[in-house]
């Protein structure tokens, strides 16, 4: 399974109201597990960029003014997502900038139920809580202090560890070895990862099971009258 954790910066809230894209960061999840493979590009909004957004990401007009148009780089784009699913945290916000860039620039839009929005899966698993990236990375202890300003390539690498976390853990790995692969025991000792088997027992376990619930079943499965199937032979 192919999923592509992204995000975008912009010049503002609406891309209908004059705004654009300036930045958009991706890393891709093959089974959940990080490639390595990322998609990173800075975009000229072919407009100012006002003090309140150059606050949250540091992205200033001179600097974008050599980059290329979003047109130039959606074909690139669209390949690198493929079909994949887009893990966006606010997705609405993301997708309806990424689709009025597409069709301006005269490319397909993508579909808005390819996105699953982390922010509202996190509503879910923790109703009524702050659930921003920054808070989510203190819930669950992933480092962002590299975050001082907002970043889209840097903050979707965080963000696939946040969904990771929300999915049931940053776990897939100690379940997909390769063969022959040495792990450690509770002991200590070197197992082969692929043939490893937890051993017996060296006593078994009491019975859990009184005298007195067990005549209880044999009495009761006396009444059934006939034989059980379980003692056929």
Request: with cysteine; hydrophobic share 45%.
């Amino acid at each position: 399974m192919r999923e592509i954790v992204l995000d975008t910066e912009t010049t503002g809230f609406n891309p209908f109201e004059g705004d654009r894209l300036v930045e958009i960061g991706a890393v891709e999840l093959l089974n959940h597990l990080p490639t390595g493979n990322v998609y990173h590009q800075y975009i000229n909004p072919e407009r100012d960029m006002p003090a309140d957004a150059f606050a949250v990401h540091g992205l200033s007009e001179e600097f974008l003014s050599d980059k290329p148009v979003f047109a130039a780089v959606a074909d690139a784009f669209l390949e690198f997502v493929g079909d994949a699913k887009l893990v966006i945290h606010n997705a609405s916000f993301d997708m309806r900038f990424l689709n009025a860039e597409l069709g301006w620039a005269k490319r397909p839009a993508l579909p808005n139920d390819r996105a699953v929005d982390t922010l509202e899966i996190a509503r879910r698993r923790f109703p009524g809580a702050q659930n921003s990236l920054d808070a989510l990375c203190r819930r669950f202890g992933i480092d962002n202090s590299a975050r001082t300003l907002h970043g889209a390539l840097l903050d979707s690498e965080i963000l696939a560890e946040v969904y990771l976390e929300l999915i049931g853990g940053r776990q897939p790995d100690l379940v997909l070895a390769p063969a022959g692969a040495v792990a450690r025991s509770g002991g200590g000792e070197s197992v082969a990862g692929a043939d490893w088997r937890p051993p017996a027992r060296p006593q078994p376990l009491p019975p859990r099971i009184t005298a007195a619930e067990e005549a209880a079943h044999a009495e009761f499965v006396a009444g059934l009258g006939g034989t059980p199937l379980w003692q056929k032979a």
